[in-house]
């Protein structure tokens, strides 16, 4: 199948790199087609404005969104949106391999889901979720985290890591898109451990190894909620 890897990590000789390495050359063994958007190393614009089309509805106002909508009709995106939308068209699975910073993802991360998961390409009003754009694909979110497992336990200081941590992610951004999320793969606290870090690589193997068996997070299907956007009783 075709592999994107959608990776965000300023250090290439970090951990985060090493899993990114690490699943380049599994996929690839294993007779994959791998591709990797590399956001520090290709300089990834993270900020979404103006400069994000070649041509504009309106000149005058930016309504990003409205603009998004517009380039996708035009095919007016900047080449570099344009060319991260066509690796997303391109892939059948991607996995993004980022550290947890702020709880969430690095800014370069999030500026590639706002500038690439565009309106109009990923979602309509009607076509979001079970019916988004990118139906038929799967992605994975594979993250190294500052803080130990302890800590995103669901009674953890930091928050359950599923539900508070990666729901926005895996929920909000995946799923949005149609996409089916399968489990993410965590390495806690990679600084701490050499033999931790060894023992993360082995199990990361065995997952690329595994991964169209890898079980889907399920989440209701969008017609499970009701007008006002809660779930139906008979769901609850
Ligand atoms: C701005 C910011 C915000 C943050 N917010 C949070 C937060 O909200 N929650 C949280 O939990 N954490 C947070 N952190 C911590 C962050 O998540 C961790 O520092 C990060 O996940 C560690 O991964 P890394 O790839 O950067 O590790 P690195 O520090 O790069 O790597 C760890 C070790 O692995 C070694 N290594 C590299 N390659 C290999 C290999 N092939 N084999 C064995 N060892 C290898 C490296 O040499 C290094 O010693 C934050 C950090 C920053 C900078």
């Avoid at 009607?126 to 497992?149: C, F, H, I």
């Avoid at 009674?155 to 508070?164: L, R, S, T, V």
């Avoid at 989440?219 to 007008?227: A, N």
Wanted: charged share 25%; hydrophobic share 35%.
């Amino acid at each position: 199948m075709n592999v994107l890897i959608v990776y965000a990590h300023p250090e290439p000789q970090s951990f985060n790199g090493a899993l990114k390495d690490l699943a380049v050359s599994e996929l690839t063994k294993l007779g994959h087609q791998v591709e990797v958007s590399d956001l520090y190393a290709m300089n990834f614009k993270a900020v979404a404005d103006g400069g994000d089309f070649q041509q504009r509805q309106d000149e005058h106002f930016l309504k990003y969104a409205v603009e998004q909508k517009h380039a996708v009709k035009t095919e007016s995106f900047s080449r570099d949106i344009e060319d991260e939308q066509e690796k997303l068209v391109w892939a059948d699975f991607v996995i993004f391999q980022f550290p947890i910073w702020w709880y969430s993802m690095p800014a370069i991360l999030k500026g590639w889901f706002d500038r690439v998961y565009a309106s109009g390409f990923i979602y309509t009003r009607e076509n979001r979720y079970d019916s988004g754009g990118l139906k038929g694909r799967k992605a994975m979110l594979s993250v190294t985290t500052g803080t130990p497992k302890g800590a995103y336990m669901p009674n953890g200081m930091d928050g359950d890591i599923h539900e508070k941590i990666l729901y926005h992610i895996n929920h909000g951004m995946l799923y949005f898109s149609g996409m089916q999320p399968v489990e993410p793969f965590i390495s806690w606290t990679p600084s701490h451990d050499e033999d931790e870090r060894k023992m993360y690589l082995e199990a990361y193997k065995q997952r690329l190894h595994t991964l169209v068996e890898q079980p889907i997070i399920s989440y209701h299907p969008k017609d499970h909620y009701d007008e006002n956007h809660q779930l139906k009783k008979e769901y609850q």
